[in-house]
């Protein structure tokens, strides 16, 4: 399955713009390193209600959502957030 959406799930705070621009690194090493194009929609929702049915609390935050599923909650390590984008890119 391609990547189709990325969501970050965060009231806004000093962490929300470095992720953002993290995610949008780590796609172009991805597109650079496997000589493609990532077509991605990017979303910042920054209300954290509704969070429950993702089986997250609030407090959690913030909450990555790639294709619809939780990834990474509280800290988002940027190898890791490589590793797991790379993996559903190639379908691994």
């Known amino acids: 399955m391609p990547i189709n959406t ?3 799930i ?4 000093l962490k929300c713009l470095p992720l953002e621009q ?7 090493s991805i597109e650079l390193e496997h000589r493609t194009t990532i077509t991605y929609i ?3 929702t920054k209300s954290l209600e509704n969070v ?3 089986s997250v609390y609030a407090s959690q935050a913030p909450i990555v959502l790639i294709n619809g599923d939780v990834e990474f909650v509280n800290k988002v390590p940027n190898e890791a957030l490589r590793r797991r984008l790379n993996a559903i890119h190639t379908g691994y």
Do not use: G, S
């Not at 965060?10 to 705070?13: D, I, N, S, V």
């Not at 993290?22 to 172009?28: E, N, Q, R, S």
């Open 6 to 8: 990325i969501e970050v």
């Open 42 to 44: 990017f979303k910042h």
């Open 22 to 28: 993290m995610v949008h690194a780590v796609i172009k």
């Open 52 to 54: 429950d049915k993702y």
């Open 10 to 13: 965060c009231r806004p705070c």
